[in-house]
């Protein structure tokens, strides 16, 4: 029985972290931009009283952007390491498994297939949602971008695209939202509440039944192969210095992203208009 | 989870109450009614007052003056003039506003001066309109009266007594035409600059042609409590002020203008702040955008206007500059001129709309019918007892 107490470490610290900058900085995004896709209605006019007013709700959702920028580019240096150094395999990327899989599941549950298709690290929810998410945003931020600095976008691209990046970045907000509530709710929280997130950990019962190829591969010893202290260290010596530039260069994007432009006077100049008060009869 | 909220069946003072508070206010409201210039007591009678033609035998010959301190004031009345006036027509009595005279000879006048001599009468006026009395005391230029502007001012310099005309039409309740172009000539008095904007306005222009359905200056401004037009306030105020008549249908229709204004304002950026600063906080700032920051105050022209008209791009370019100094030419297209959203008008934004219109309950459809074949697929296993 020893073997059901068994534990495998799913998600390590720093990747729980990153999960929770992430998911605080989702939260407070939503949280103080669908007020403002629907700002005349009732709830939102609350919210938007709550915290302070229209203005201050655009500074929360600005910081929260750029704390989400930097929790990306965080993602995106640990994931070339993992590649380039670790040379871990990329079991993130989507392929026609996937799409089987998914079928199969679909299958499995009306009753016209016989099994549950076995997967392995990330499952083929798992694996949408993450895509889903970089789609997102990719959307977000490049009309984030075109709604923070109007005046430089409009340098190079028809006015239009100003209002088309709004309803763009509000119409994929609503449905990112609504996709976390409905999608990952019920794949982490309802269906089985999943604590990979909170203590990094998975039980046997667990593995065998949402990743078993990946459970196979830990026992076979050949899921987590590091290189040799050598390789290790002859690699990061390449990688370093590319993520360094990497880093200075992306950061510029996110400083470049906040700095660009001075988009409007801070107060409209005022209207002035003569009075001749002499001249009462 | 659910939340049930019980709604009780009101109770009878409620309703007792309810009914009393709107009666008051229906009384209310007809007393206040602007249609009722004057208040409908008549001023105390005097049993031996002199008539007007006592008065007026002195008073119609030409060139009659009061010496006040070192000025010189007319104290001639012209009887055919002073006949068409309002005041006249309602039968007051020269003594009913000259309370302190009686007879001749007259008591000595103590003011040393034109302006205070008028400043002195102001009360008389409150006899009989009381409501408007009030209303001024809460204008700007009872304001500035009372910060020492003795020029700023009071009820005769608008409405001179012994010629005032009647503005009310006495059938329709409403200004007549001739009083809303008397309005505007009268503020002009001191406004000059800017009754010259607004005589060559879309508005001033069409008042000039008889046309009711612009407004005059007391439409924006208020009659008697006129507002500090320079305030936040006010400022954050101004798409509901316009939006008075360009939301009505009656009144655009005529002359082919959409309606559709303030809808869209309030769906941009900036008409979605200002009406969320009207709403909570009124009297504070925005550097949003409202009306008059694109159409102008008093020299709004048509939109069409080739000189001024923001319809043109490189005219409404000007109008982002104030607010925007480093926009380009490109930048003036991304407000969409009060268009909803069309295949003809920002057909990109269009069909970014028209994607998400379908992409987001697909997505999302599909998702649900997924989860609901997962739970029926975990139901019926619990019940055959297997293993999911």
């Known amino acids: 029985m020893n073997k059901v107490n068994q534990t495998y470490l799913r998600f390590p610290l720093a990747r729980r972290i990153e999960h929770w900058i992430m998911m605080l900085s989702f939260t407070t995004l939503g949280l103080t931009g669908i007020p403002q896709k629907f700002a005349t209605s009732a709830i939102s006019i609350s919210v938007i009283q709550v915290l302070g007013g229209i203005e201050v709700l655009r500074t929360i959702h600005h910081i929260a952007a750029i704390i989400m920028m930097l929790g990306t580019v965080w993602h995106m240096l640990v994931m070339g390491y993992g590649v380039f150094v670790n040379r871990d395999q990329m079991s993130m990327l989507p392929s026609l498994q996937d799409a089987k899989d998914g079928i199969q599941a679909l299958l499995y549950n009306v009753g016209f297939a016989k099994t549950y298709p076995q997967m392995g690290r990330y499952t083929f929810e798992e694996k949408m949602e993450y895509w889903a998410f970089v789609w997102g945003s990719v959307v977000m931020i490049l009309t984030g971008f075109l709604m923070w600095n109007p005046i430089t976008a409009t340098k190079f691209l028809p006015g239009e695209f100003i209002p088309a990046a709004k309803a763009a970045h509000g119409g994929e907000a609503v449905l990112a939202v609504l996709a976390i509530i409905i999608w990952h709710m019920y794949g982490v929280h309802i269906k089985r509440l999943n604590k990979a997130m909170f203590n990094g950990m998975q039980n046997e019962q667990e593995m065998l039944h949402e990743h078993p190829l990946e459970l196979a591969d830990i026992k076979a010893g050949i899921s987590d192969r590091r290189p040799d202290a050598a390789t290790l260290r002859k690699r990061q010596m390449i990688y370093y210095p590319i993520a360094a530039v990497l880093t200075v260069a992306m950061l510029a994007g996110i400083y470049g992203f906040i700095n660009t432009e001075e988009t409007a006077l801070k107060t409209v100049p005022p209207i002035s208009e003569s009075v001749d008060a002499t001249a009462v009869p | ?388």
């Open chain 2, 1 to 388: 989870m659910h939340q049930r909220i019980q709604i009780r069946p009101p109770r009878i003072w409620t309703l007792s109450l309810l009914l009393g508070l709107g009666l008051l206010i229906f009384a209310l409201a007809v007393f206040a009614s602007p249609a009722q210039a004057a208040h409908t007591t008549t001023p105390p009678q005097q049993t031996d007052k002199p008539g007007n033609d006592f008065c007026l035998a002195c008073h119609q010959e030409e060139g009659k003056t009061l010496t006040l301190g070192s000025e010189e004031l007319s104290v001639s009345i012209n009887p055919t003039q002073f006949g068409e006036s309002v005041h006249s027509a309602e039968g007051i009595a020269c003594v009913d506003c000259h309370t302190d005279i009686s007879d001749y000879p007259h008591p000595t006048v103590k003011e040393k001066s034109i302006r205070a001599f008028s400043l002195a009468y102001v009360d008389s006026c409150k006899q009989c309109h009381e409501d408007q009395y009030t209303k001024v005391q809460d204008s700007v230029h009872q304001v500035a009266l009372d910060a020492g502007k003795e020029n700023a001012p009071i009820c005769s310099d608008c409405h001179n007594p012994h010629t005032q005309p009647r503005l009310i039409g006495q059938e329709s309740g409403l200004l007549t035409i001739s009083a809303r172009r008397h309005v505007a000539a009268t503020c002009a008095t001191c406004h000059a600059d800017t009754y010259e904007q607004y005589k060559n306005s879309v508005h001033g222009a069409a008042l000039a042609d008889g046309n009711t359905d612009v407004p005059t200056c007391t439409d924006c401004h208020g009659v008697h409590n006129i507002s500090d037009p320079t305030t936040a306030s006010f400022r954050n105020n101004t798409p509901a002020l316009c939006a008075d008549c360009h939301d009505n249908a009656e009144i655009m229709d005529k002359y082919g203008i959409s309606t559709e204004v303030t809808e869209t304002y309030v769906a941009d950026f900036h008409g979605t702040t200002v009406t969320l600063f009207e709403q909570q906080f009124p009297g504070q700032e925005t550097n949003k955008a409202v009306c008059s920051d694109c159409h102008g105050v008093h020299d709004i022209a048509k939109v069409d206007n080739p000189e001024t008209g923001v319809a043109l791009r490189e005219n409404l370019l000007i109008k982002c500059q104030r607010c925007h100094p480093d926009a380009t030419a490109n930048f003036s297209d991304a407000w969409m001129s009060h268009y909803v959203p069309s295949p003809q008008h920002n057909p990109l934004v269009y069909y970014v709309n028209l994607f998400y219109k379908f992409f987001i309950p697909a997505v999302l459809g599909g998702m649900v019918l997924f989860i609901l074949t997962d739970i029926y697929r975990r139901i019926v296993n619990r019940m055959k007892g297997v293993k999911h």
